[in-house]
């Protein structure tokens, strides 16, 4: 079984600061591990992927995300929060490579970022 | 990569309605999906839509309430039956696409369906 925890239902931050979403996982195999956004009335957008590899992914939008297997993390970062970062973001595994392995998300978090 | 549009983008409903959606993949694709998004919560998969055979449905989720057709490997539509406010939801279909092996299959969403009920 596989599954994600979003401790943080909400993160505020200013603009300018870092920002940090937190985001924690549970595999039985290789976690391959993602990270999506959703903005207001939109469907979810795709940032960044750790399949293999460094543990610092860079992903779109000037965000990148840490991989750390013995804390089972995989939170989202970005050095300057924008005012137009504010949107959901959700956290997501894949248990393998194997395309039958559908993903598991997990609540989300609510990012505000405040002028 | 995979593009996918939906429709309705959105609709208003009066309950015991019934509402089909509809969703388009620009690329053929095996694997196809329907997730519901309750407001302020997170993706719970509804069913995979199969190609040629009835869908796969998750627990809670029964082919009654939530029929699905996938004509082909483009195309499959999701029908929210006998409508009640609980159903008010984004749907939004997925699909998986990637070009091999190596974690390289990405999955994709719609841009969501926003039904409400009344």
């Known amino acids: 079984a596989q599954s994600v925890a979003q401790p943080e239902d909400q993160v505020n931050v200013a603009e300018g600061n870092p920002l940090t979403v937190k985001c924690t996982y549970s595999v039985s195999g290789n976690p391959y591990l993602f990270w999506y956004v959703q903005y207001p009335n939109r469907g979810l957008q795709f940032l960044l992927k750790y399949i293999t590899g460094d543990n610092l992914v860079k992903g779109s939008y000037g965000f990148e995300a840490e991989f750390n297997k013995s804390q089972t993390s995989f939170h989202l970062k970005k050095p300057s929060a924008l005012v137009s970062d504010s949107a959901l973001y959700f956290c997501a595994v894949r248990d393998g490579i194997n395309a039958g392995n559908m993903l598991t998300f997990g609540g989300g978090t609510r990012l505000m970022v405040k002028p | 990569s995979a593009v996918i549009s939906q429709k309705p983008s959105r609709d208003i409903c009066q309950r015991g309605t019934s509402l089909t959606i509809q969703c388009q993949v620009d690329s053929q694709v095996t694997m196809m999906f329907w997730y519901r998004q309750q407001p302020g919560q997170s993706l719970t998969l509804i069913a995979t839509a199969n190609q040629g055979s009835e869908a796969t449905y998750e627990s809670g989720f029964v082919i009654d309430k939530f029929p699905i057709s996938r004509p082909n490997l483009t195309f499959s539509t999701l029908t929210v039956s006998n409508m009640s406010p609980e159903d008010s939801s984004i749907y939004l279909c997925?699909?998986?696409?990637?070009?091999?092996?190596?974690?390289?299959?990405?999955?994709?969403f719609g841009p969501g369906t926003r039904l409400t009920v009344t």
């Open positions: 997925s699909v998986i696409a990637g070009t091999g092996g190596g974690g390289s299959y990405e999955q994709y």
